[in-house]
C-alpha cells in the first residue's frame, strides 16, 4: 500500500502542547472570557500564565534565546486551542508573534539578534504589526501607505487601522508599499511621525486593543527595513498571518458548536431534547462539518508552508472558508438557542460578534 501524500497525526510533542494550550484555554480563557470583554482588556495576570505556556520561545532557536524550532504546523494547533478558549485572549497572547516571527521568518541576521531575544525571556513582552488600511477596497499587495527611498532611509506616509497593541508595544512592524513591492519596516516605541490614535470600537474582539495610526513623514534608516536592503518575503508572511486566522477562526466555530450541541442536548421541548428534532440535528451537523472542512484546509496550508511550498493558494482558500464558516456556525449556534442566544449571560452572542470580525480583518495573527 502506498504511504499518504501527507499526515497531520499529531506528534508526540505537539500533543503535549495541545493538550497544555487546551487545558489553560479551558480553565483561564473561558472563565476570564465575559469579564474581558465587559472590561475591554484582558487581564495582565491571564497573559502572564499564558506566557508561561511557552509557545513563542519553542518556535525561536536556542541561539535566539528560544529553546525549539518553528512549525506553522504547530502554530496553527496551538491557535486554535486558546481561540476555543477566548478569540481575545488568543489573540493578546499571540500579539508577541506579530513582531518576532516577521524578524524570524524574513529579518537579517542582525535584526534577529537584535530583537529576537526580548521575545524569549520570562516577561510577556506584546508586538504590533500594521497591515490594515481603512478603505473599501484594501489590498495588501497594493497598499496605500507608501515607502519613498530618501538619503539612505526610507520615509513612511499613510493611515493603518485595527493595529493590535499599537501603544502597548516597544516595536511596531509597519508595512508598506515601495516601488510596487509590500516591505516591512520595524518602528520603535516613540518613532517621529507615528502617531497612535484611540482604541477602535468595533462590534468584536473587545478585549484587544486596536488602534488607528497615522504616519506622517515618518523617517526608517535602512537597518530597519525587515530584511535589510534585500527586503522581505511578504508572501510568506501574509501566508502565516492567513493560516493563523483561519485556525482561530476554527477555535471560535467549536467552542460555538460545542455550546450549541450541549445546550441542544439539555434543552426539553415537547417531552423530547431538542436535539431529536431533524431540523436541529441536520444544523449540528453541518456545523460540525464545516468545522472539519476548514480545519483540514488549515492544516494542509500549514503543512505545505513548513516544507517550504508554495501555499499561497491555499492559504487564501483556508481563510476564506473560515471566515464564512465561523460566522454560519456561531449564528446557528445562537438560533439554536433561540431567544437565550441573543442574552449575555450565554457565551454565543459574544462567540458571534468575535466571529463578524474575521472576514474584515487581516494581519492580526501570525504563527
Not at 2 to 7: C, G
Not at 232 to 242: E, G, V
Amino acid at each position: 500500500m502506498e504511504a499518504p501524500l501527507f499526515s497531520f497525526d499529531p506528534s508526540d510533542d505537539q500533543k503535549l502542547l495541545i493538550e497544555a494550550a487546551r487545558k489553560f484555554a479551558g480553565k483561564e480563557l473561558k472563565q476570564s472570557m465575559r469579564d474581558a470583554d465587559e472590561a475591554g482588556s484582558v487581564p495582565s495576570d491571564l497573559t502572564r500564565s499564558g506566557w508561561e505556556l511557552g509557545l513563542l520561545p519553542a518556535s525561536i532557536p536556542e541561539s535566539f534565546g528560544g529553546f525549539g524550532e518553528h512549525s506553522f504546523l504547530t502554530g496553527v494547533l496551538a491557535a486554535e486551542e486558546l481561540a476555543w478558549g477566548d478569540l481575545s485572549g488568543a489573540l493578546a497572547l499571540m500579539a508577541p508573534n506579530l513582531v518576532a516571527l516577521p524578524v524570524l521568518l524574513s529579518g537579517s541576521a542582525e535584526q534577529r539578534k537584535e530583537l529576537l531575544p526580548a521575545y524569549c525571556t520570562e516577561s510577556y513582552v506584546p508586538g504590533s504589526l500594521a497591515l490594515m488600511e481603512p478603505r473599501f477596497d484594501f489590498d495588501p499587495q497594493s497598499l496605500s501607505t507608501t515607502s519613498v527611498r530618501d538619503n539612505g532611509g526610507y520615509i513612511l506616509s499613510g493611515t493603518k487601522c485595527n493595529v493590535p497593541c499599537a501603544a502597548e508595544s516597544d516595536w511596531m512592524l509597519v508595512f508598506a508599499a515601495l516601488d510596487g513591492r509590500t516591505e516591512g519596516f520595524l518602528l520603535p516605541r516613540g518613532a517621529r511621525g507615528v502617531h497612535i490614535g484611540d482604541r477602535e470600537q468595533n462590534m468584536g474582539m473587545k478585549a484587544v486593543p486596536l488602534y488607528r495610526v497615522r504616519l506622517e513623514g515618518c523617517r526608517v534608516p535602512e537597518v530597519r527595513r525587515l530584511g535589510g536592503g534585500a527586503g522581505s518575503n511578504f508572501s510568506l508572511l501574509l501566508n502565516s498571518s492567513r493560516v493563523a486566522s483561519a485556525a482561530l477562526a476554527v477555535g471560535v466555530a467549536r467552542a460555538a458548536y460545542e455550546y450549541g450541541l450541549e445546550y441542544a442536548r439539555n434543552r426539553k421541548a415537547f417531552g423530547e431534547a431538542i436535539a431529536q428534532r431533524q431540523s436541529i440535528a441536520f444544523m449540528l451537523a453541518e456545523m460540525a462539518t464545516d468545522i472539519e472542512a476548514a480545519r483540514l484546509m488549515v492544516w494542509e496550508a500549514a503543512w505545505r508552508l513548513d516544507r517550504n511550498e508554495e501555499a499561497t493558494r491555499e492559504s487564501y482558500l483556508a481563510k476564506d472558508f473560515a471566515d464564512d464558516m465561523a460566522l454560519m456556525v456561531c449564528d446557528r449556534s445562537l438560533q439554536i438557542l433561540g431567544g437565550h442566544g441573543y442574552i449575555r449571560d450565554y457565551p454565543v452572542e459574544l462567540y458571534l460578534r468575535n466571529a463578524r470580525g474575521f472576514a474584515v480583518m487581516e494581519g492580526i495573527a501570525m504563527v
